[in-house]
């Protein structure tokens, strides 16, 4: 087994399980609470639940991360909001908007959208990889996190740097030999799609659906936040 | 004719001595000789020796000189002759020179004046004359599928003329991506079950010079150092020189500055695609595949694909047929789920989902009734 053959292997076959695993888990989680049933709600309409979900929606995406120190969350802990911050926007970027993964959702979706110029994405990714760092250190030395830190938080936190610091190392090409980077890549990639559903990871689907309940239960009540 | 030495059989050509040491120090490029191999090995005084890169074209001088030529024969299977082709036109005169006048080519199909029984007769002479001495060079795939009756050539399968010519051969030399990889005949569903020469011949050294055709220069390189050094040069682990396939051509190549800056020609005929801006989002595969297309380039150096506005495809190595599409960004995946697969996928999930709903609901039920019961 040489690093073309694994490569081959996580371009090929495993990512398209991996994938398959990934949104067969997915819809699986969101399916099974959906179903834990919901309670009557029988408080009559006083404002309008569409209203109540886009300032839901505005306020987490829009305002909060502009003006952090309102949030008892920054004063408490400005690392993790800062880093924390800082690490979502970067795999953000560079998940959706990076040159290489454009072409990734093109062959996936049949359509694609436009990628920003590689330095801007270079810099928002080793920021993501600086802050996964910063994260890192921070649940080591904070006394609550410490508390709260347990295998799976340190698997989630593994799984997720090492796509992204083999991803990095081969867009710099830190050694010469980018098919075995871009292998690993791949690999980890693949565990990541398999690991995400079954981990906390899936929050990246679970934070719209409990922003989006939240904000029509405030929104019906006029009590927007 | 090979019993004369090369630096004989040149002076019979009428080829100067000033003339001769331009085609070493060719020859030293064109094998990527940096530095001369140890002093004493050239029998040259260490004061010569110290010239800088004077040395190695010394050594060849040296070798040429005292060296008889080294017999080559030539054989075709499931190929297209672009190899071939690709040799004869190589624009690099003085290099083609000296290697078709350091080396005689036995038999050549595409070649030879000869042809049907008197070729074939040519061929068994050479064999059995220069038996343990010759360099068989193969250009194509060998079809193995059903005994190999898919290339025959004089009634014979190709299996068994490889088998039979690799016997007696010093070194193998397996030109293009078809007699190294497999190349097109191997692409997917590969009805003849093609396979190359180095997953055959197992008990020779066999050198795979990929590409499609092969870069002249690779081949005639690797001649040369055959010739120079008898053995072989330093391989990868595909069996390819590393002279000529260490670096991969994104390494080298021209644009590289451009995908360091992240400006992509989007399609071939845009604004980026004038200004010779990176191919890699028309599909590229220059950053994994290993070749010096982006150095000694092709006619004389005047250009290569990618220098010309067309993505690399790869050509050099394993499976470059099946190596997703070639005008497909590298990065997007091999095998992308089907919409069906991606359908099953939701069916499988939202079915689980339920399932797991509805024992929840049981289970609920249960401790409900328990809960009446005891209270």
Same mark, same amino acid.
């Given at each position: 087994?040489?690093?073309?053959? $694994?490569?081959?292997?996580?371009?090929?076959?495993?990512?398209?399980?991996? %994938?398959?695993?990934?949104?067969?888990?997915?819809?699986?989680?969101?399916?099974?609470? %959906?179903?834990?049933?919901? /309670?009557?709600?029988?408080? /009559?309409?006083?404002? *309008? /639940?569409?209203?109540?979900?886009?300032?839901?929606?505005?306020?987490?995406?829009?305002?909060?991360?502009?003006?952090?120190?309102?949030?008892?969350?920054?004063?408490?802990?400005?690392?993790?909001?800062?880093?924390?911050?800082?690490?979502?926007?970067? %795999?953000?970027?560079?998940?959706?908007?990076?040159?290489?993964?454009?072409?990734?959702?093109?062959?996936?979706?049949?359509?694609?959208?436009?990628?920003?110029?590689?330095?801007?994405?270079?810099?928002?990714?080793?920021?993501?990889?600086?802050?996964?760092?910063?994260?890192?250190?921070?649940?080591?030395?904070?006394?609550? %996190? /410490?508390?709260?830190?347990?295998?799976?938080?340190?698997?989630?936190?593994?799984?997720?740097?090492?796509? @992204?610091? *083999?991803?990095?190392?081969?867009?710099?090409?830190?050694?010469?030999?980018?098919?075995?980077?871009?292998?690993?890549? @791949?690999? $980890?990639?693949?565990?990541?799609?398999?690991?995400?559903?079954?981990?906390?990871?899936?929050?990246?689907?679970?934070?719209?659906? *409990?922003?989006?309940?939240?904000? *029509?239960?405030?929104?019906?009540?006029?009590?927007?936040? | 004719?090979?019993?004369?030495?090369?630096?004989?059989?040149?002076?019979?050509?009428?080829? &100067?001595?000033?003339?001769?040491?331009?085609?070493?120090?060719?020859?030293?490029?064109?094998? +990527?000789?940096?530095?001369?191999?140890?002093?004493?090995?050239?029998?040259?005084?260490?004061?010569?020796?110290?010239?800088?890169?004077?040395?190695?074209?010394?050594?060849?001088?040296?070798?040429?000189?005292?060296?008889?030529?080294?017999?080559?024969?030539?054989?075709?299977? &499931?190929?297209?002759?672009?190899?071939?082709?690709?040799?004869?036109?190589?624009?690099?005169?003085?290099?083609?020179?000296? !290697?078709?006048?350091?080396?005689?080519?036995?038999?050549?199909?595409?070649?030879?004046?000869?042809?049907?029984?008197?070729?074939?007769?040519?061929?068994?002479?050479?064999?059995?004359?220069?038996?343990?001495?010759?360099? #068989?060079?193969?250009?194509?795939?060998?079809?193995?599928?059903?005994?190999?009756?898919?290339?025959?050539?004089?009634?014979?399968?190709?299996?068994?003329?490889?088998?039979?010519?690799?016997? +007696?051969?010093?070194?193998?030399?397996?030109?293009?991506n078809?007699?190294s990889?497999?190349?097109?005949?191997?692409?997917?569903?590969?009805?003849?079950?093609?396979?190359? !020469?180095?997953?055959?011949?197992?008990?020779?050294?066999? !050198?795979?010079i990929p590409g499609c055709?092969a870069i002249?220069?690779?081949?005639?390189?690797?001649?040369?150092?055959?010739?120079?050094?008898?053995?072989?040069?330093?391989?990868?682990? #595909?069996?390819r020189?590393?002279?000529?396939y260490?670096?991969?051509i994104?390494?080298?190549? #021209?644009?590289?500055?451009?995908?360091?800056?992240?400006?992509?020609?989007?399609?071939?005929?845009?604004?980026?695609?004038?200004?010779?801006?990176?191919?890699?989002?028309?599909?590229?595969?220059?950053?994994?595949t290993y070749s010096?297309c982006?150095?000694?380039?092709?006619?004389?150096?005047?250009?290569?694909?990618?220098? &010309?506005?067309?993505?690399?495809?790869g050509c050099t190595e394993?499976?470059f047929?099946?190596?997703?599409?070639?005008?497909?960004?590298?990065?997007?995946?091999?095998?992308?789920?089907?919409?069906?697969?991606?359908?099953?996928?939701?069916?499988?999930?939202?079915?689980?989902?339920?399932?797991?709903?509805?024992?929840?609901? !049981?289970?609920?039920?249960?401790?409900?009734?328990?809960?009446?019961?005891?209270?």
């Amino acid at each position: 087994m040489n690093w073309e053959s $694994t490569l081959e292997f996580a371009r090929g076959p495993f990512f398209q399980v991996a %994938l398959l695993v990934f949104i067969a888990g997915m819809t699986y989680r969101l399916v099974a609470v %959906l179903a834990l049933g919901w /309670k009557a709600d029988k408080v /009559k309409s006083k404002g *309008s /639940k569409v209203n109540g979900i886009a300032m839901s929606f505005a306020k987490g995406i829009l305002i909060w991360p502009f003006i952090p120190w309102v949030k008892n969350t920054f004063t408490r802990n400005p690392i993790t909001y800062l880093a924390g911050g800082l690490f979502h926007l970067g %795999l953000f970027v560079v998940i959706f908007l990076g040159a290489a993964h454009v072409l990734v959702w093109k062959s996936l979706l049949g359509f694609a959208w436009f990628s920003l110029p590689q330095p801007i994405v270079d810099w928002l990714a080793a920021g993501a990889i600086v802050a996964m760092i910063a994260l890192f250190i921070n649940r080591l030395v904070n006394p609550v %996190l /410490k508390l709260l830190t347990g295998p799976a938080e340190w698997l989630n936190w593994l799984v997720v740097f090492l796509p @992204m610091v *083999s991803g990095y190392a081969m867009t710099h090409h830190v050694i010469p030999e980018y098919d075995t980077l871009f292998a690993i890549h @791949m690999l $980890t990639v693949d565990v990541l799609l398999i690991w995400i559903p079954l981990s906390r990871i899936s929050h990246f689907m679970f934070y719209f659906f *409990s922003k989006a309940i939240h904000g *029509s239960d405030f929104g019906k009540r006029a009590v927007t936040p | 004719m090979p019993e004369e030495t090369i630096g004989q059989h040149l002076k019979k050509q009428g080829i &100067s001595r000033r003339d001769f040491v331009k085609m070493c120090g060719v020859l030293v490029g064109a094998m +990527g000789m940096k530095f001369a191999p140890p002093l004493e090995e050239s029998g040259l005084p260490a004061q010569l020796n110290n010239v800088r890169d004077s040395a190695s074209a010394n050594l060849i001088a040296n070798a040429l000189e005292t060296k008889q030529r080294v017999p080559v024969i030539w054989l075709e299977f &499931s190929d297209c002759a672009g190899c071939s082709e690709a040799i004869t036109r190589s624009q690099s005169p003085t290099l083609v020179d000296l !290697v078709l006048n350091t080396i005689t080519i036995e038999y050549h199909e595409t070649l030879s004046a000869a042809a049907g029984f008197q070729a074939e007769k040519a061929k068994e002479d050479a064999m059995k004359k220069y038996a343990g001495k010759y360099i #068989l060079v193969v250009e194509g795939s060998i079809p193995v599928a059903n005994d190999g009756v898919y290339c025959t050539i004089g009634g014979r399968t190709a299996l068994d003329l490889l088998k039979e010519t690799a016997k +007696g051969a010093a070194a193998i030399i397996s030109t293009g991506n078809c007699a190294s990889f497999g190349g097109l005949p191997r692409a997917n569903p590969n009805p003849t079950d093609a396979k190359g !020469v180095w997953e055959l011949i197992t008990d020779k050294p066999v !050198v795979n010079i990929p590409g499609c055709p092969a870069i002249p220069e690779a081949t005639t390189g690797t001649i040369a150092h055959f010739v120079v050094f008898g053995g072989l040069p330093e391989l990868d682990n #595909l069996h390819r020189p590393k002279t000529f396939y260490a670096q991969t051509i994104h390494d080298r190549c #021209l644009r590289r500055p451009f995908y360091e800056a992240g400006k992509f020609a989007e399609s071939f005929d845009d604004e980026g695609a004038k200004k010779g801006y990176c191919l890699y989002k028309l599909g590229c595969k220059g950053p994994t595949t290993y070749s010096s297309c982006a150095t000694i380039k092709w006619d004389q150096g005047l250009s290569f694909p990618i220098q &010309s506005g067309h993505p690399c495809l790869g050509c050099t190595e394993p499976n470059f047929w099946d190596g997703g599409g070639f005008y497909q960004g590298q990065s997007a995946p091999l095998a992308p789920p089907t919409v069906t697969m991606a359908g099953a996928a939701v069916a499988a999930g939202a079915v689980l989902g339920v399932g797991a709903a509805l024992a929840n609901q !049981v289970q609920k039920k249960g401790a409900h009734a328990e809960e009446k019961k005891e209270g």
